[in-house]
């Protein structure tokens, strides 16, 4: 039952900035590590950024310098600012938390669009 909902998606053009925000949803608790991942045809999902219960954050060389991964316990929320956008950052961006002891879920994804 619990679920993420994702927004923030859309096209923009190459430069421009976007943020995703990812909010839980269903009696989701003790919320563990909150990430950002993407997916393109042709590829496997990869990993863009996390950040742990502690604040410690991680991210693609791909990104670093113009991304930025954030969280709000208190609104179960996480989101990602992401700045500079390049076309090689199209993709349809998944948010995934962890939460409990071993449980974690996935958004439905929200497609990024960067045109040149």
């Known amino acids: 039952q619990p679920q993420l909902v994702e927004s923030g998606g859309g096209l923009v053009q190459a430069g421009e900035s976007l943020k995703l925000s990812c909010a839980a949803s269903?009696?989701?608790?003790?919320?563990?590590?909150m990430a950002w991942y993407r997916q393109t045809p042709g590829k496997q999902r990869e990993l863009v950024a996390s950040?742990?219960?502690?604040?410690?954050?991680n991210y693609a060389d791909a990104v670093k310098g113009r991304f930025t991964i954030s969280r709000d316990d208190a609104k179960k929320k996480v989101d990602l600012q992401m700045n500079s956008l390049k076309p090689e950052d199209t993709a349809i961006y998944y948010c995934?938390?962890?939460?409990?002891?071993?449980?974690?879920?996935w958004g439905q994804g929200t497609q990024v669009t960067v045109s040149s």
């Open positions: 995934n938390v962890h939460y409990g002891f071993i449980s974690n879920v």
């Open positions: 950040i742990s219960s502690g604040g410690s954050t």
């Open positions: 269903g009696g989701m608790s003790r919320l563990g590590t």
